[in-house]
C-alpha cells in the first residue's frame, strides 16, 4: 500500500477535503447516509488532519451528496447515454455511486483540484476531466451538443461573487438551451457572515474562504428568470433531514415552517427548454 499524501491544497480547493470528510464519514459507519467506498480509500490515501481542521463531521455534504445523486440519477433514467458536467467536482466520488448508468461525465475544476483528483481518479473514454476554472467558457466548447446534458456544481457557487453567478448561469442558458441544471445555495445571513468574520471559523485551526453568494429562499426564482432570461422549471429542493442526534428533530421540523426555510441551504433543479 502507497504511503498517504498530503493534498498540498489552500483556499477554496481546500474546501474539498470538509466535504469529502462529511461523505467518508458517513460511509465508513454502518448507519451512514451514503455508502461510498471510493471516498473512503480517498479519505485515507491522504496524509491530512480532517478533524484537527474541520473539527468532528456532521452529516451535511453527504446529506447534499444524496440530493444531487438523486436529481443526477432521475436525468439519467430519463435520458441515458446523455452528459453529465460537474462543476468544481473536487474529490467528488458521485461518478462511482452513480456507475450503474450509461452517460458521458466531464469534470471541470482548477488545475490543482485535477491534479489531486488524478492521484485517486482517472479520466478515460468515459469520464474527461477539464481543468479550467468554471468562469473561463472554454469548458462549454467541451461538451457535446448532440444529447441532453445536467449541469451539476455542488458546494461551488457559493465561493462566487454575484456577478459571477449571474453571468456563467446567464452564458449556460445561452449555450445549452435545453439543459438540466442543479447547484446548492447558503441563506445570505451565512454568506454575510462568512464576508463579515473572513471566513467561518470551523475550528481554531480552519476558517472557510469568504462565501460572498447567498440568497433568501422567497427571493431566487425571480432573480433566476432575470439571470436566464427565462423561467424554466424551478424546483427549490430542501436537504434530506439529518439522520441522528438532536439535530434530527429540528432538520424534520425546520422544512414545515415557512419561515425558518429562508434561513437554511437549499438545492435548484432548473430545466430549461
Ligand atoms: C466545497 S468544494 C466542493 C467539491 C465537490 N463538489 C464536493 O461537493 O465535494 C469546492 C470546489 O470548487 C472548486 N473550485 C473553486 N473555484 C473554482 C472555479 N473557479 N472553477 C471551478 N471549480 C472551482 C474547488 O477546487 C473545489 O473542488
Known amino acids: 500500500m502507497t504511503q498517504p499524501q498530503a493534498p498540498g491544497l489552500t483556499d477554496v480547493p481546500e474546501t474539498m477535503l470538509w ?26 490515501g491522504l496524509d491530512y488532519d480532517f478533524e484537527r481542521n474541520f473539527g ?41 455511486r ?20 488524478e492521484r485517486f481518479m482517472q479520466p478515460d473514454a468515459r469520464h ?33 461573487q454575484e456577478q ?23 441563506p445570505h445571513w451565512v454568506s454575510r457572515a462568512s464576508v463579515l468574520a473572513g471566513g467561518l471559523p470551523l475550528t481554531r485551526h480552519y476558517r472557510t474562504p469568504i462565501m460572498p453568494w447567498g440568497v433568501y429562499r422567497f427571493l431566487l426564482k425571480s432573480q433566476l428568470k432575470s439571470w436566464v432570461g427565462r423561467s424554466g422549471d ?11 442526534g438532536p439535530a434530527r428533530l429540528a432538520s424534520k421540523a425546520a422544512p414545515l415552517m415557512p419561515g425558518a426555510r429562508q434561513w437554511m441551504p437549499f438545492v435548484v433543479k432548473v430545466t430549461l427548454r
Open 234 to 244: 424551478v424546483s427549490l429542493l430542501d436537504y434530506p433531514p439529518f439522520p441522528r
Open 56 to 96: 468532528r463531521s456532521n452529516p451535511m455534504a453527504a446529506l447534499r451528496a444524496q440530493l444531487f445523486d438523486r436529481v443526477v440519477s432521475a436525468f439519467l433514467e430519463e435520458y441515458p447515454g446523455a452528459s453529465v458536467v460537474n462543476l468544481g467536482e473536487g474529490l467528488e466520488t458521485q461518478r462511482y
Open 128 to 160: 474527461e476531466h477539464i481543468p479550467l476554472s468554471a468562469t473561463d467558457r472554454a469548458w462549454m466548447k467541451r461538451i457535446p451538443r448532440d444529447r441532453p446534458v445536467c449541469i451539476a456544481a455542488q458546494g461551488l457557487f457559493m465561493y462566487f
Open 98 to 117: 452513480l456507475a450503474e448508468v450509461p452517460c458521458e461525465w466531464f469534470t471541470v475544476d482548477l488545475p490543482e483540484a485535477i491534479a489531486i483528483r
Open 19 to 44: 466535504t469529502l470528510h462529511s461523505r467518508a464519514q458517513e460511509a465508513m459507519r454502518a448507519d451512514g447516509v451514503i455508502s461510498d467506498d471510493k471516498a473512503v480509500e480517498i479519505y485515507q
Open 164 to 186: 459571477d453567478v449571474r453571468d456563467l448561469l446567464g452564458d449556460i442558458a445561452m449555450q445549452f438551451p435545453r439543459c438540466h441544471l442543479v447547484f446548492d445555495v447558503i
